[in-house]
């Protein structure tokens, strides 16, 4: 059921699906057919339209260049949000501002961080990581040891459990895509396979937990199977080429790819072997998904595979009706994204996503969608399918499996429940204005 539609020398696009989704194909090859739909749109300029004048900056020589740059003053709001600015005796969160990125690269600067007890300040000289518990020989290793092996290189995400809590609400929050969504980023990390230090050590085949610790002031400790160990877990040294960031875990961290952000352990410093899963405070209490009925489960490690738009989203404007191009990120702690469809008419119709090259396994993957707005109503949505077979759950289904919640409007932003990997939908009116609703 497509139809096509010329203007001017617009070549024709094909329609995919209600209120103005184009087919991917317009996106391939350089794009051609949608650069059509730009200019046909009036959107770009044509450039004899007026001379090119020369401003200030073209006239003088420019300004000294910094040891290390910092993003331009005009790009001044793409920043954290955080939630203890004051850095109060409890935890804090600084959330990415995904509606003001795009690729898939989380800056190391804006790469979410939680930190349960402030950053603490690591001398990386006297940093030490211990392995020991049921191996044949106990093992401790520097900055500067794990730096001389052989070193891995891979891009994944980390997702907070907690990632998205806001969406439990039963009323949508009418907050930006870096309030819902914010506690998720993707880098590529460089450390040493864990297997590598676990076989180095001689692991007794009976250790089938890990009790991860952190240096911080709690000693954050999680339970990591040696099944994941021995699977893709790191020991991560760098972060996007560049040492660890000091909120991310400077400066080394336990990499489980996929698995709950809290057992990334942060500022590793001991791992023990042991036979059984040690119930630490973080496993049993904080990231336990409480279920309608009041059950738990008991571990919930993996983040489900799931993708939001973040282009164009609330706190974005349309200026006019015409061509746009919908983008967002999906990605799965199961593998690879398979498929990403959007919605424009609030999921009545669909069509298939293009997927940005390379799509990685436990990775951001940027879906685009060429857009044709009529100037009408519409409600944005995405939807992902991982490698493995799942896809992310419509709403309707998710808050029947796993509960929301009346939220007393003071603190829009805490909530027990974990791991929403629903969709999420942006409602466009015919100002161009955008809005969080649940359809
Ligand atoms: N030592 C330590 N590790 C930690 C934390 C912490 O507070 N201390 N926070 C955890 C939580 S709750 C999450 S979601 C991830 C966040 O990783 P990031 O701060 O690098 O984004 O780190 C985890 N590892
Ligand atoms: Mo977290």
Not at 211 to 223: N, P, T, Y
Not at 231 to 259: C, F, K, S, T, W
Not at 304 to 330: Q, W
Request: charged residues 20%; aromatic residues 10%.
């Amino acid at each position: 059921m497509s139809t096509t539609y010329r203007r001017g020398r617009t070549p024709s696009l094909d329609l995919v699906a209600g209120n103005g989704l184009i087919d991917r194909r317009a996106l391939l090859g350089k794009g051609i057919a949608v650069a059509g739909a730009m200019g046909a749109a009036g959107t770009v300029t044509g450039a004899a339209a007026e001379p090119l004048k020369d401003e200030q900056w073209s006239l003088e020589f420019g300004s000294i260049m910094p040891p290390v740059q910092t993003a331009s003053k005009y790009e001044k709001d793409v920043v954290r949000s955080l939630s203890n600015p004051q850095g109060e005796f409890r935890n804090s969160h600084a959330r990415t501002p995904h509606h003001l990125l795009n690729g898939t690269v989380t800056p190391n600067g804006l790469h979410f961080s939680i930190n349960h007890c402030g950053v603490p300040d690591i001398d990386p000289a006297k940093h030490k990581l211990v392995i020991h518990g049921m191996v044949r020989q106990p093992l401790e290793f520097t900055l500067e040891q794990l730096s001389r092996y052989p070193l891995v290189t891979r891009m994944a995400f980390v997702e907070c459990a907690g990632n998205s809590a806001p969406m439990f609400s039963n009323q949508p929050l009418q907050v930006t895509a870096q309030a819902l969504h914010g506690l998720v980023s993707n880098a590529e990390w460089t450390g040493v396979r864990l297997s590598t230090l676990l076989d180095e050590a001689g692991i007794d085949p009976r250790a089938k937990w890990l009790i991860a610790e952190g240096a911080d002031a709690q000693f954050l400790d999680r339970s990591i199977p040696v099944k994941k160990a021995y699977d893709d877990a790191l020991v991560a040294i760098y972060q996007n080429g560049e040492h660890l960031m000091p909120g991310n875990g400077y400066p080394m961290r336990l990499l489980v790819p996929g698995y709950q952000g809290n057992m990334n352990v942060k500022f590793l410093r001991r791992l023990k072997a042991i036979d059984q899963p040690a119930y630490t405070y973080f496993e049993t209490k904080n990231y336990s998904q409480i279920l309608p009925g009041g059950k738990t489960w008991r571990f919930h490690f993996l983040m489900e595979v799931k993708s939001f738009i973040t282009h164009p989203s609330f706190g974005h404007h349309l200026k006019e009706p015409g061509y746009y191009t919908i983008s967002g990120v999906a990605y799965s702690g199961a593998g690879r994204i398979a498929k990403v469809l959007v919605s424009a008419d609030g999921g009545k119709s669909w069509g298939e996503a293009a997927l940005q090259a390379p799509v990685l396994d436990k990775a951001f993957t940027r879906f685009q969608m060429p857009w044709r707005w009529d100037g009408q109503p519409a409600i944005l949505q995405s939807r992902a399918w991982d490698e493995a077979g799942n896809v992310q759950p419509l709403r309707a289904e998710f808050v029947a499996a796993r509960g929301e919640t009346k939220q007393p409007l003071a603190s829009p932003l805490l909530f027990p429940n974990q791991h929403y990997n629903s969709i999420t939908s942006w409602a466009v009116d015919s100002k161009g204005e955008i809005k969080h609703v649940y359809a």
